[in-house]
């Protein structure tokens, strides 16, 4: 029976938009001006490699201490915007559907555990889940090592585990660890984007992966 | 010679995230929770539409007081967002291109004309371009009236005339009008949704069709 990694935001909670808005706001604050849609094309790749992307669409290096003030102002942004973050529909009822097949799942996150636990809150996940975080597994998504972290945890082989993720990056890490990837479009990325990214099958979020659990070939 | 009608929000301005934020937290006051990424989908559509887009989204009705203070609570949130909104790069440039060569063009905003005006400035539109808005036609995109009316204004013909915009809203109503759509991903749409809505080509920005004008036969 398959395994399920979840990513955590963007994939179960609606936070990919708050954190468009917080890299912008500290990007500015920073002399950056990079469009939104660029940088939302970025969220979902982790730490140092989204840094790595918003210094490319800028156009420069970006230092140490940059990295370090950009990554402060981001947290403190978000911070603010995190009250206004729910839980997409129905994600506890996935969660207390895969239990009740006996069907084994972990939470992979690039985040730091401790901003993590509010969003993982919000999901209401059931205790005795794995969550594997950065402290894990430090490379940052699209490398395989979060998720590969992850199925190690839930002692899944590669053939039947099965990440579902909300942005191309977490379709891209799935293939590099042999997994196979479902997208949702929860992120704001369109089918077509996430399919060329390698997803074996596409839904809208989570309440519509639940109704089509068979598709995954689950009874 | 090609005419150009461009689209304002999005395409010209940076603002379609803004106006996600702002729905998003007029529809909650209103007790109506809808994922940031199902609105982002509809923004670009325009009031009356946008409106009946959202009620299918919530899976209700909305009568005429509910729309009133929805539209009320938008106003208002986008009026606090709108200090952050900036022009995309080289917006100015691109006019003045058009203009050395001749090439007429306008603006075709779905928005009240009062509500346009910052954006206007924003983009530095140079005095005497057409500007065609709700008033001059109140049939919202995807209907191509707005952009009919602004194809009129330019006496332009059908197989002149090029649309530049940035959702899919803009690329229907443009294919409805017979006209050329080209698209850019400045929306946050990805490239195949756009050519899927019959973009003709597709750009990132407003920069990068500045660079590439001859590929609407532009010498």
Chains 1, 2 share one sequence.
């Not at 970006?62 to 997409?88: G, N, Q, S, V, W």
């Not at 069907?103 to 594997?132: M, W, Y």
């Not at 890490?173 to 196979?180: E, G, I, Y």
């Not at 997803?199 to 089509?212: G, I």
Request: one cysteine or more; charged letters at 25%; a negative charge.
């Amino acid at each position: 029976m398959p395994a399920f990694i979840f990513d955590l935001d963007g994939t179960l909670a609606d936070s990919v938009y708050q954190h468009v808005i917080a890299w912008h706001s500290a990007l500015r604050e920073c002399g950056l001006e990079i469009a939104m849609w660029r940088l939302h094309r970025k969220i979902g790749m982790s730490g140092a490699l989204l840094l790595r992307a918003f210094a490319d669409e800028a156009g420069r290096e970006f230092d140490d201490p940059l990295k370090a003030r950009l990554e402060a102002l981001h947290t403190a942004h978000f911070a603010r915007l995190r009250r206004d973050i729910k839980a997409f529909p129905e994600v506890p009822e996935l969660f207390a559907d895969l239990q009740k097949r006996d069907l084994k799942f972990a939470i992979a996150t690039s985040g730091d555990l401790k901003d993590v636990q509010p969003l993982l809150d919000l999901v209401q996940l059931p205790h005795g889940i794995p969550v594997i975080s950065k402290k894990d597994a430090p490379n940052p998504k699209p490398d395989p090592a979060l998720f590969l972290k992850a199925a190690e945890k839930l002692g899944s082989r590669s053939e039947e585990t099965i990440v579902v993720g909300d942005s191309v990056w977490d379709m891209l890490a799935a293939r590099r660890a042999h997994f196979l990837g479902i997208g949702l479009l929860t992120g704001g990325y369109g089918e077509s984007e996430m399919t060329g990214a390698g997803a074996f099958r596409v839904f809208a979020d989570p309440a519509q992966l639940r109704r089509h659990l068979y598709e995954a070939g689950i009874p």
